[in-house]
């Protein structure tokens, strides 16, 4: 364990009450940072499960669309039908 040292302008007696306290800190400290990369791992498992094992929904909007009706029109100008003359 670390060794702890005088951080108060306390006497080395009643500093050394608060040694239990910082055993205390420091072993919280090493338990959550256990815990949190234990939860850390186990998330990225069931993340890369779900995107690998999952596959993606088929998207179906456009399967019956025709296509043709998107595609460029031409850039050249018909000319007018002429109209039927009266007969």
């Known amino acids: 364990m ?32 256990t815990i949190g990369l234990i939860v850390g791992a186990a998330v990225l498992l069931v993340a890369i499960g779900v995107y690998f094992g999952v596959p993606p929904e088929e998207d179906k909007k456009g399967h019956d669309m025709d296509l043709n009706q998107l595609k460029k029109k031409s850039t050249k100008t018909e000319a007018a039908p002429t109209p039927d003359a009266p007969k």
């Open 2 to 33: 670390a060794e702890f040292n005088s951080f108060t302008s306390l006497p080395p007696e009643q500093e050394a009450t608060f040694v239990v306290f910082e055993r205390r800190t420091q072993e919280a400290l090493t338990k959550g940072a």
